[in-house]
């Protein structure tokens, strides 16, 4: 990475940034941040640049679409996941989405929409009231009278309502000997309330009411005048109706299902617009010049002064100046790798970016998970499945980055099956035991577990001793020397002394260098402490950390268990299937054995992808590597529904 600054006239800004978006190349500093400006108090005579004033119509387009879109899409038919992941977007030119904006529809798409949508809300709130008055008369059904009767009462009040069960007899005790010349009738029952119609004098209308206010009557609301049967009638009548309404405002809904594609250029556009606008909030500026600060790869530099060439002619100042010491922790990452170790770069990331300073672990972090995932996957007909599939994948996907993800299952694919064969695994043991084809292996996991647990644990130790080395490279090339040899080959000295010792080779060779390794850590360890006692005890803490290494090499037996699952599990889905009698095996055996099979490969798949990734970020990164980088992300060309090109 390098740093740029680019001065040209206010009149050229939009022409330049729309020749940096299509660019993709380069990554804004904001000159406008608190911090920045306190640091440059040179720059105070610089006034901060805004957005364009068409900026708030730009952004009421985009939430017109955004809603026309969503609206529009839960009407079309869904695709399956797959589909939709392997579907690449369409590629269209920036010039080309100008010239067919200039005849768009998208605002008569949207206003027609948005009448639909408020229709739709109008009939589904209709309906909704007619289920919940339906719902509410359904109790009254045995109501024989109008309620409009009711209302037009002169000599007596009524009372329509319900109170709780439980206090129906005690209610009509009270009720009868406390209000008389009054005409009580339970017209339904359900669990938990009576319904009930009361009809007293005016005089008594008082004393019916404190009755009713003791047994917490609840009154029912009379908007309607007819029958409660009439009225529920009407109200079944007119709900299919609305659903007959609402089927045929659908209907012309879905055929606007042609015009996905322009709304979602005419997204891209206004989106587009919008990114290009809100990157004036990182500039600086005067009557006529724009400040423009960022970051670019090195050898992007003469492409990006040629584009501004061509853009604004020779109109601008442009420099370039290499990454300061102060700066490191501030500049993006971006990762450059070759196709094979490319495909790996997304495990890093997970993990976190290298900041500036560090190496890149990608390269020999690729060669090991490579190693890593196949030995714990370890069966060749799975890693044959995964090939396939990624082979298939690739083939119709276009897309940098899931191009990327698919070549990360291919070469695990490819891993997997040499460990297949090496172990003489294909589905198992369906092939020798059940179809009598002797399969060539080298290592069989039954007999030698041994022997494949020792490798497990060498692999574990050269990864651990590479981590080691690469963290004496980054001490030595920074001049700490005294450190790499006191944090690193100290560590060496100790570790290949034990290493010696418990397999019993060199003779006393193992013992000197295991004493000199622990004398150096307990002497060296601590020497950053300001104190004899802090030495002292840094240096015995130093020693006691032998017992991390030894349980990091531990850690990698994992290899042998996750291989040895997935072998003895696909055995014993094979003898599963082999149980079922014959002729049911042979309509049987085809459905359970692809089943089984597939769901063992994904299990043991996910389990070898989390477990190979966490020996890199425990037992490897943790010797030399910090991380905490910021990602490189350039300002560029939005791309949520169709990728466009320059």
Known sequence: MNEFTLFAFESQKNRVLETLQGFEAVQFI??????FIEEHEDLDFLRKDSVDSKYAEYEENLLKLKFTLDFLKSYLPPKSGIKSFLEEKKVISYNEINQKMKNNRWKQIYEVL?????????????????????????????????????????????FLGNISKQYEEEFQEEFQSKVPNSYLEIFNK?????????????????????????????????????????IINDYVNKIPKILSEKEEIEKEIKNYENDYEELQLAYEYFNNLIIRDKASNNFLKTEKIITILGWTTKDSNEKLKELIETCIGKDYYIEFSDVEEKEIENVPIKLKNNGFVSAFESLVEMYSLPVYSEIDPTPILSVFY???????LSDAGYGLIIVI??????????????????????????????????????????????????????????????QIFIMSLVFGIIHIFVGLGIKAYLLIRVGKFKDAVYD??????????????????????????????????????????????????????????????????????????????????????????????????????PVLFIGLHLFNLLINALGSYVHAARLQYLEFFGKFYQGGGVKFTPFKLADKFIRITK
């Open 488 to 589: 690193v080959f100290t560590w060496y000295i100790t570790l290949i002394g034990s290493i010696l010792l418990i397999v019993g080779v060199g003779g006393s060779l193992g013992k000197i260098m295991l004493a000199v390794g622990l004398i150096g850590l307990l002497l060296t360890q601590g020497r950053e402490s300001q104190t004899i006692i802090g030495k002292i005890g840094g240096g015995i803490y130093g020693v006691y950390g032998i017992t991390g290494y030894l349980g990091d090499v531990v850690s990698y037996s994992r290899l042998l268990a996750l291989g040895l699952a997935t072998g003895f599990i696909a055995n014993a889905l094979n003898l599963i299937v082999s149980l079922f009698p014959r002729p049911i095996i042979y309509i049987v055996a």
């Open 190 to 230: 359900d669990n938990q309330d009576i319904y009930i119609c009361a009809l007293v004098l005016k005089e008594y209308e008082n004393n019916a009411k404190e009755i009713m206010k003791t047994y917490g009557f609840s009154a029912l609301t009379l908007n309607y005048d007819g029958k409660p049967t009439d």
């Open 370 to 376: 490579f190693i890593f995932f196949g030995m714990m």
């Open 30 to 35: 904001n000159l406008q941040d608190d911090k």
């Open 389 to 450: 599939a990624s082979v298939f994948a690739l083939s119709k996907i276009k897309d940098k980055e899931k191009r990327k993800t698919f070549k990360l299952y291919f070469y695990a694919g490819i891993s997997t099956m040499i460990w297949g064969a090496i172990y003489g695994g294909w589905f198992g043991d369906l092939l020798p035991k059940y179809f009598g084809i002797k399969i060539p292996y080298l290592l069989d996991p039954t007999t030698n577990i041994t």
């Open 114 to 158: 948005k009448k639909d949508d408020e229709i739709l809300n109008s009939l589904m709130n209709e309906k909704t009231k007619y289920e919940t008055e339906i719902n509410s008369l359904k109790s009254w059904e045995k109501f024989d009278a109008s309620f409009k009767d009711l209302k037009e009462l002169k000599l007596t009040s009524y």
